[in-house]
């Protein structure tokens, strides 16, 4: 039998890589583990709290709404409006999704089918590629690795040279997993492109919560009119430390959230309700506890990054993501990131992600994931230096 769509995904890159790992740790080693981008700080206790005493309630046990139910939608409203400024309709303009995944997936369904064309930044994120392949439409990627300046530049061309011409613009920033971080100035040149154009721009802000170093990250709806021509995808995965609750949103362009509010009610009955209950806390009450995330990753990356600087391997600092992007040390480079990473992984007992994974583009990188708590991260540190200075 063929199985059509699965067929047009490639093989898993990571998975030579994980394979090491799991037979590194059965044969006793200490794996620090910067690979998979799996947060790892809890959840915030009291929503923990609200999330117990919502399932114990057997009202709450039947199917839900899969559009969400109405106070998450006006509380994820509330927060799009303290944090970014931005006026939404909870009714018309926001829709709970199971994670920023699950929505961005079917959103591409509902914008796109075969013959159609989709931009993308390279490296990328897997889904943000094979999201557009499995709703039959081509894509075309975009090099982001110069900054967002050169990829709008980049973006431009490909749109103008395309034919049919593209009828979606996926974007995500900041970045997984560059790190690249833009201004709202970005965001108004591209909203002023897509009504140029007639094309629309699909924005996934997984990393709207977490940044640095007095960095907030812009909402592209905070630009006037972006909602004729865009919808953005927010999470409480990242910022609020919720990643195995899947609770995510789709806003903005009130057709687009209509759309995908009529898929998912074949699709779907929403995530399970407790969860949706617990997630409204989240969201109303849960500022404080996103800027203790934030400070979490900060000292997280400050140390990383400051260790393997003065280890000799010289990487920037990132504005936000829980990420830091890695060109690969000069006497290494010969190696390429995946067979760079399995070095890693052998002799400094050290997992990352190498950047072939995410794209011809992300050759000669790799990624490490701010996922294990500071004094593992000086123990990664102390491993990769004993590597290099070997």
Excluded: C
């Excluded at 939404?88 to 929505?103: F, H, Q, R």
């Excluded at 995500?172 to 140029?196: C, I, Y």
């Excluded at 990250?217 to 990643?243: I, Q, R």
């Amino acid at each position: 039998m063929e199985f059509r769509r699965i067929n047009s995904l490639p093989p898993y890159v990571f998975a030579e890589v994980n394979a090491l790992k799991l037979e590194a740790r059965r044969a006793g080693e200490d794996v620090v583990d910067l690979g998979f981008g799996n947060p790892d700080i809890e959840s915030p206790p009291f929503v923990v709290e609200k999330l117990a005493e919502a399932a114990a309630n057997p009202k709450n046990h039947r199917y839900s709404q899969s559009r969400g139910l109405p106070n998450l939608r006006k509380a994820v409203a509330d927060r799009y409006e303290r944090r970014f400024g931005v006026h939404l309709d909870p009714e018309t303009e926001v829709i709970n999704t199971i994670g920023a995944k699950e929505g961005l997936s079917h959103l591409l369904w509902t914008l796109l089918q075969p013959g159609d064309v989709a931009l993308v930044p390279e490296p990328s994120y897997p889904i943000h590629i094979y999201a557009p392949v499995l709703a039959g439409a081509e894509v075309r990627r975009i090099p982001l690795l110069e900054g967002s300046e050169a990829w709008f530049e980049h973006m431009e061309q490909a749109f103008l040279d395309s034919w049919p011409r593209p009828r979606v613009i996926l974007t995500s920033f900041p970045h997984n997993p560059t790190t690249v971080s833009v201004d709202l100035g970005f965001w108004e040149r591209m909203v002023a492109f897509a009504k140029q154009h007639d094309t629309f721009i699909v924005h996934d802000f997984a990393y709207a919560d977490v940044s640095f170093d007095g960095y907030r990250p812009p909402s592209l709806l905070e630009v006037d009119g972006a909602k004729d021509v865009a919808v953005e995808l927010y999470t409480l995965t990242k910022g609020h430390s919720m990643a195995g609750w899947r609770v995510g949103f789709t806003v903005g362009n009130a057709e687009a959230v209509a759309a995908l509010g009529k898929l998912k009610s074949y699709l779907d009955y929403g995530t399970f309700q407790p969860i949706q209950i617990a997630s409204i806390l989240a969201l109303n009450e849960g500022d404080g506890y996103v800027a203790e995330v934030n400070e979490i990753y900060r000292t997280r990356r400050d140390t990383l990054v400051d260790g393997l600087n003065r280890a000799g391997w010289e990487i920037d600092k990132p504005r936000g993501t829980m990420f830091v992007w890695a060109p690969l040390p000069e006497r290494h480079r010969h190696l390429g990131s995946l067979e760079f990473a399995k070095v890693l992984l052998r002799e400094a007992k050290v997992a990352v992600s190498p950047g072939i994974g995410f794209g011809d583009t992300g050759e000669g990188f790799v990624r490490f994931a701010l996922v294990e708590n500071e004094e593992r991260i000086r123990q990664a540190v102390r491993g990769i230096r004993r590597f290099l200075e070997s």
